[in-house]
């Protein structure tokens, strides 16, 4: 258990959610960050679990995040970049918007963030503050339809291993890369057989990894699952 809070960038749905339960079932106060308002976001708030609004798709909006993250606490005992697109390449002219969209949200919003938050992290009491970016398996392999996808995660596990050197010893920083957590509502069926063909990480396993002490030797390291 934590006494400074967790913060979980897109926590309002899928994986975001279920650690933002996790953490606060087990007794670590949570902030997590939301593109848009849901439903989901009233059951959450019942918990006790903070919410920011974000947009992380300008740097004025990262920016106004990290604003506000200052205003709500003093210090963090982690932070988890799970905020994410998993938009496919487009065609024409949108695909250069698209590109910038990505790099926004997988790299300048952690990134700046981090950067930001940094004294929060160290203002802890806890003996050790961490940093966790999710990244994705694909970054192994490349992608057909998801090249803009693929190449921004690629660019954040490169910030892993930057920010690991800046921040130690105090803060270790760590990436998670899995193939495949949860499927979508919306995923037909042959997509469905065709991913749990694939290595399936249970969404536990990052909780576990994320955010109470599971790097405690380690920093610089992408925990791979495909």
């Known amino acids: ?16 959610r279920y650690c933002a339960e996790r953490l606060v079932d087990d007794g670590h106060p949570v902030i997590i960050s939301y593109r848009r308002e849901r439903e989901e976001l009233d059951a959450l708030r019942a918990l006790g679990i903070r ?13 106004a995040f990290i604003a506000a993250i ?6 963090l ?13 487009g065609d024409g002219e949108g695909q250069g918007e698209l590109f910038e969209h990505l790099f926004r949200v997988h790299m300048q919003a952690p990134y700046l963030i981090n950067l930001a938050l940094r004294d929060l992290l160290e203002a802890g009491i806890e003996p050790q503050a961490d940093v966790v970016h999710m990244s994705d398996f694909v970054v192994q392999k490349g992608s057909r339809k998801h090249a803009a996808y693929a190449a921004s995660k690629a660019g954040l596990e490169n910030l ?7 921040f130690a010893p105090r803060i270790q920083v760590n ?13 037909d069926d042959d997509y469905a057989e065709r991913a749990r063909a694939k290595s399936l990480m ?10 109470t002490g599971a790097w ?9 699952a495909g």
């Open 1 to 16: 258990m934590s006494q400074s809070p967790i913060l979980i960038t897109g926590g309002a749905q899928r994986l975001g």
């Open 51 to 63: 919410t920011v609004q974000a947009d992380f798709s300008s740097e004025t909006g990262i920016q």
């Open 70 to 75: 200052r205003e709500l606490t003093p210090t």
């Open 77 to 89: 005992r982690a932070i988890v970049h799970n905020a994410g697109d998993w938009a496919p390449d």
């Open 160 to 166: 892993t291993l930057s920010f690991a050197s800046m």
């Open 175 to 187: 990436t998670i890369a899995p193939a495949l957590i949860m499927l979508r509502p919306d995923d």
């Open 202 to 211: 249970q969404p536990s396993q990052v909780v576990d990894a994320a955010g």
């Open 216 to 224: 405690r030797h380690l920093a610089g390291t992408a925990l791979s």
